[in-house]
């Protein structure tokens, strides 16, 4: 079974910065591409950006290209998105999922709630 | 503002079908099978439940089935059970992006 299990819930301050994981188990994790999603209150998901772990290649939305990183380490199965200063609108929920090139995300983890606020 | 037009809400009573439209244009669902619906309970992470316009991942209900014509995608829920009442979401690949809807709440009466 395909598991994709995040770290809880952050709250930071306008500036700091912040990592959040997602580990994946169950499935060849370095020969699948993962995503990281974000959703704010009331509204849509947004994909923001991909990452094959393989070989480290990733994709960003134009979006969120230069506001966030993502990273991955095969030797641990884990996906990582991180900011480097946070800002009160980056608050959201955050999901990583797996995805076959952007065209759905298949297998999706629980969530991050990151909340950003003075 | 979504890339892609849902009805805000879609009500039924248990045992009705009801139909989501999903609109976008020429450039990505008119463009591209790679149109996918996503459900998703308050609270909890979006499910997958349609891709590539059409099927179904394993697990999912025959009662939902999904289909397109030109650009507009759109998601049937046959047998309306109370446990369908859920926000829906579409999404559609384009030029190496993915779009999503903004989503669709349905309410059984």
């Known amino acids: 079974e395909v598991q994709l299990v995040q770290s809880g819930a952050e709250v930071k301050k306008p500036g700091e910065s912040l990592k959040i994981s997602c580990q994946g188990s169950?499935?060849?994790?370095?020969?699948?591409?993962i995503g990281w999603v974000r959703q704010m209150p009331g509204e849509g998901p947004e994909w923001m950006g991909i990452?094959?772990?393989?070989?480290?290649?990733?994709r960003y939305s134009p979006s969120f290209q230069g506001q966030v990183t993502i990273s991955a380490d095969k030797s641990t199965s884990t996906a990582h998105l991180q900011w480097g200063s946070l800002k009160a609108s980056d608050t959201a929920m955050y999901y990583c999922?797996?995805?076959?090139?952007?065209?759905?995300?298949?297998?999706w983890g629980q969530g991050t709630l990151v909340t950003v606020s003075s | 503002q979504s890339a892609l037009t849902q009805p805000a809400s879609v009500s039924g009573s248990p045992g009705q079908s009801i139909t989501i439209s999903c609109t976008g244009t020429?450039?990505?669902?008119?463009?591209?099978?790679?149109v996918s619906w996503y459900q998703q309970y308050p609270g909890k992470a979006p499910k997958l439940m349609i891709y590539?316009?059409?099927n179904r991942p394993s697990g999912v209900s025959d009662r939902f089935s999904g289909s397109k014509s030109g650009d507009t995608a759109s998601l049937t829920i046959s047998g309306l059970q109370a446990e369908d009442e859920a926000d829906y979401y579409c999404?559609?690949?384009?030029?190496?992006?993915?779009?999503f809807g903004a989503g669709t709440r349905v309410t059984v009466l």
């Open positions: 169950g499935y060849n994790f370095a020969r699948n591409w």
């Open positions: 999404s559609s690949y384009t030029s190496r992006r993915i779009l």
């Open positions: 590539d316009v059409s």
């Open positions: 020429s450039s990505d669902v008119g463009d591209y099978n790679y």
């Open positions: 990452i094959y772990p393989g070989d480290s290649d990733t």
């Open positions: 999922a797996t995805t076959q090139w952007l065209r759905h995300f298949q297998h």
